[in-house]
Nanobody, 127 residues
């Protein structure tokens, strides 16, 4: 069983930066893509960013493009989300997710294709 553990969430002020990390451990599978999703209070969980492990291609939600950067460490099976110029509307529980290689194209923004999820880490941005 693969486990994902997120870290880095905390209370910050608007305009600050924050880095979230996610480490995958346990039985290895063909790790194809890792991503971040978030759920704001009273709202649905939405896609934030994702990265393909084989070639480093990245994907971003429009709301975070230009402010957030996702990166990965293939050797350590970790992914990092660097969040800059944070806004109060970025307040949410952030979830890390991992997707195995299914052998066919899967849309990076679709939650259904992610096999494993972390427990979430709270990010609160005060105005």
């Amino acid at each position: 069983q693969v486990h994902l553990v997120e870290s880095g969430g905390q209370l910050v002020q608007a305009g600050d930066s924050l880095r979230l990390s996610c480490a995958a451990s346990g039985r290895s599978f063909s790790l194809y893509r890792m991503g971040w999703f978030r759920r704001a209070p009273g709202k649905e969980q939405v896609f934030v960013a994702a990265i393909d492990f084989n070639d480093g291609v990245t994907y971003y939600a429009d709301a975070v493009k230009g402010r957030f950067t996702i990166s990965r460490d293939n050797a350590e099976n970790t992914v990092t989300l660097q969040m800059n110029r944070l806004k109060p509307e970025d307040t949410a529980v952030y979830y890390c997710a991992a997707q195995s290689n299914l052998g066919y194209y899967t849309p990076p923004r679709a939650r259904a294709y992610y096999d494993v999820w972390g427990q979430g880490t709270q990010v609160t941005v005060s105005s």
